[in-house]
């Protein structure tokens, strides 16, 4: 079956540090790859995504890869500001069959916490 | 603003009583989810719904059950058959092929 594997957290950086989440799958068909965010007390919002191989997700200065010969969608920021603190989650959505379409498979998630 | 309400944010559970969810969705989407979050853990998926009047079971629907008579609500009751409710339940939907919305989730806790 599909499956999501991200690094553990929580991971604690200073204000202005590169961010790395390291997420890698496995999947049967032709999965799509997102990134969600989630503030505290909050639902998950989606950061970015990414539909077939060598796609570049984006948004708010974070950026992923889907590569596909690593079975991988590291999330990376250059400089974190403390505003992103939050858990991040890395999901994968298996469109390849109608029994699974739409279905997300989540990671664990990896919290992230930003001092000044 | 289109989205999803989910109501309420809090809610407390008795012993052997069962209560209920509510997820609203204003967005024309035709597919709806419920999932489960625990510390630590990432989102495990309870019901979902591609179209109204169908849902499938999850990976842990034991414990709980849903409809959907309207397209865009798709209610959850937690069962006194679950033993362990105390959990963050949050709903989302999707359209076309577009990735999931989700809704601010209700924290359920037993008293």
């Known amino acids: 079956g599909n499956s999501v594997t991200q690094m553990e957290g929580p991971v604690t950086l200073s204000e202005e540090a590169f961010l790395t989440i390291n997420c890698t799958y496995t999947?049967?068909?032709?999965?799509?790859l997102f990134w969600y965010v989630q503030y505290p007390g909050e639902g998950l919002q989606l950061l970015l995504k990414?539909?077939?191989?060598?796609d570049k997700g984006s948004n708010k200065g974070f950026e992923a890869t889907y590569r596909k010969e690593t079975t991988s969608f590291h999330l990376e920021k250059g400089s974190v500001q403390v505003s992103d603190s939050a858990v991040y989650f890395c999901?994968?959505?298996?469109?390849?069959?109608?029994?699974?379409?739409?279905?997300?498979?989540f990671g664990a998630g990896t919290q992230v916490v930003v001092t000044p | 603003d289109g989205g999803i309400t989910q109501s309420p944010k809090y809610l407390f559970r008795k012993e052997g009583q069962n209560v209920t969810l509510s997820c609203e969705q204003n967005?024309?989407?035709?597919?709806m989810y419920w999932y489960r979050q625990d510390p630590g853990q990432g989102l495990r998926l309870i019901y979902y719904?591609?179209?109204?009047?169908?849902?499938q079971k999850g990976d842990i629907a034991e414990g709980y059950s849903v409809s959907r008579e309207k397209k865009e609500s798709f209610p959850l009751t937690v069962t006194s058959a679950q033993k362990n409710p105390t959990a963050f339940y949050l709903c989302?939907?999707?359209?076309?092929?577009?990735?999931?919305?989700f809704g601010d989730g209700t924290r359920l806790s037993i008293l």
């Open positions: 967005l024309n989407h035709d597919a």
């Open positions: 999947a049967t068909g032709y999965p799509s």
């Open positions: 719904s591609q179209i109204v009047n169908d849902f």
């Open positions: 990414a539909t077939k191989a060598d």
């Open positions: 999901a994968l959505s298996d469109v390849g069959t109608t029994d699974s379409w739409g279905k997300l498979q």
């Open positions: 989302a939907s999707m359209g076309g092929h577009q990735p999931q919305h």
